[in-house]
């Protein structure tokens, strides 16, 4: 399934034989399109949970609320709402959210953490906009990627107390499994958030950076045994 922000469904993957946890895919600041031309190959982890029988819901959220803010939560949970009227299902679903898309991730599941059944997170960027640490590398990227500057003005700002490094113990009972690079300079936070979830499996891709290549090497198998195990 892709749906809007608005939560209208453009089409619906027909085969889903796991209706009650969908995969809700949280785009990071490439956006859908650049994600999802790498993330629809047959050999991604979206595409392998679809030949398992889940249906996957690729979000579509305006450029200012990439990174988790309460407008791009809201539109999240709509889609997810939406899914839920098409299909029937009624189980908690799982987040899977690349780069920035990460943050969207988590502050989705903290809305109500009993309907997050697990989160995938891959080179996740967790931006602490209380504290103002937007990595150099990272406000480079996106002034030269995107034309945003500051960033500080051009990013609606995240709802008071939405730091997730603060809020990770809320999510202990949500198992976390998480991909970073080890030369990745623009995701960051990751460490201190798996430090103090204590419920977070993170597996190394290696010396690839924050580019695309990185989500290529995320193992579709370990992606599909994580999430079966806990839906």
Same mark, same amino acid.
């Given at each position: 399934m892709h749906a809007s922000s608005s939560g209208s469904v453009v089409t619906i993957e027909p085969r889903i034989r796991r209706p009650n946890n969908p995969v809700v895919y949280c785009h990071g600041a490439g956006g859908t399109s650049l994600d999802l031309a790498v993330l629809a190959q047959p050999e991604q982890p979206p595409r392998r949970l679809v030949s398992y029988g889940y249906s996957v819901i690729a979000t579509t959220l305006a450029i200012e609320d990439w990174w988790g803010t309460r407008e791009g939560v809201a539109a999240t949970r709509r889609m997810i709402g939406v899914h839920r009227a098409t299909l029937g299902g009624t189980g908690p679903v799982v987040l899977y959210g690349g780069s920035m898309g990460a943050a969207t991730a988590l502050q989705t599941a903290? $809305?109500? &953490? *009993?309907?997050?059944? @697990?989160? $995938? #997170? $891959?080179?996740? @960027?967790? $931006?602490? !906009?209380?504290?103002r640490q937007v990595s150099p590398t990272l406000r480079a990227y996106i002034? !030269? *990627?995107?034309?945003?500057? &500051?960033?500080?003005?051009? #990013? %609606?700002? #995240? &709802? %008071?107390?939405?730091?997730?490094?603060? %809020?990770a113990k809320e999510l202990s009972g949500v198992p976390i499994l998480m991909f970073c690079a080890t030369d990745d300079d623009i995701s960051y936070g990751y460490q201190a958030f798996a430090a103090s979830h204590g419920a977070t499996t993170v597996v190394s891709l290696g010396a690839r950076g924050h580019t695309v290549d990185a989500l290529r090497q995320v193992d579709p198998d370990r992606v599909g045994e994580f999430v079966r195990m806990h839906t």
């Amino acid at each position: 399934m892709h749906a809007s922000s608005s939560g209208s469904v453009v089409t619906i993957e027909p085969r889903i034989r796991r209706p009650n946890n969908p995969v809700v895919y949280c785009h990071g600041a490439g956006g859908t399109s650049l994600d999802l031309a790498v993330l629809a190959q047959p050999e991604q982890p979206p595409r392998r949970l679809v030949s398992y029988g889940y249906s996957v819901i690729a979000t579509t959220l305006a450029i200012e609320d990439w990174w988790g803010t309460r407008e791009g939560v809201a539109a999240t949970r709509r889609m997810i709402g939406v899914h839920r009227a098409t299909l029937g299902g009624t189980g908690p679903v799982v987040l899977y959210g690349g780069s920035m898309g990460a943050a969207t991730a988590l502050q989705t599941a903290l $809305v109500d &953490p *009993s309907d997050a059944a @697990c989160i $995938v #997170l $891959v080179i996740p @960027c967790l $931006v602490i !906009e209380h504290q103002r640490q937007v990595s150099p590398t990272l406000r480079a990227y996106i002034n !030269e *990627s995107w034309d945003m500057t &500051p960033i500080e003005t051009n #990013l %609606r700002p #995240l &709802p %008071r107390g939405a730091n997730p490094i603060d %809020r990770a113990k809320e999510l202990s009972g949500v198992p976390i499994l998480m991909f970073c690079a080890t030369d990745d300079d623009i995701s960051y936070g990751y460490q201190a958030f798996a430090a103090s979830h204590g419920a977070t499996t993170v597996v190394s891709l290696g010396a690839r950076g924050h580019t695309v290549d990185a989500l290529r090497q995320v193992d579709p198998d370990r992606v599909g045994e994580f999430v079966r195990m806990h839906t």
